[in-house]
């Protein structure tokens, strides 16, 4: 039985700055940090790779995982510099936030790029902003209105809203 989503993975050339960005400006946290050298039979047969050597850093947000890698060997391929969010593969990572305005202006002067000059109203359902991480990976800021009303409309499933309080009762 699948009971839900627990990470996503990023590869990076630079493990550390990665890191600095979703902590400092996303309020990750790191949970562990951990690496293997080459040789390592067990990790070459879980990532399918020979002679791999990697270090990797596991962070948390409120209710999900993001784990990044630096493969040292063997030699990554960069990632195409054209890329576009609908070629193949996983096209982008999605934070909800409360005030997107605020964090497109938060983040807007730290340095992070977007693809727009301001956060998008779709049709008063969600505003949207899409955005660029330092290697590239595009993050999109999402907030759907209604959240704050309890409505049903406050995701694109519908889902039931559910807070800290609702859960203790």
């Known amino acids: 039985m699948i009971i839900g989503l627990h990470h996503a993975c990023i590869s990076t050339p630079n493990l550390d700055r990665l890191k600095a960005f979703y902590c400092d400006l996303f309020g990750l946290e790191e949970v562990t940090r951990f690496g293997w050298e080459q040789g390592n039979r067990v990790t070459d047969s879980i990532v399918g790779l020979d002679d791999s050597e990697a270090e990797f850093v596991y962070l948390r947000s ?85 959240r704050a009303k309890r409505r049903e409309s406050s995701s694109l499933t519908g889902a039931p809203i559910i807070t800290v309080t609702d859960a203790l009762l």
């Open 62 to 146: 409120s209710n999900a995982y993001i784990e990044l890698f630096q493969y040292t060997h063997p030699t990554p391929k960069p990632r195409d510099p054209n890329w576009r969010v609908n070629d193949y593969g996983i096209t982008h990572t999605c934070f909800e936030v409360t005030d997107i305005h605020g964090e497109f202006d938060r983040l807007s002067a730290a340095g992070m790029r977007f693809q727009n000059a301001t956060p998008i109203d779709a049709m008063g359902m969600l505003q949207v902003a899409y955005g660029f991480d330092p290697d590239g990976n595009i993050i999109e800021l999402i907030q759907f209105p209604d």
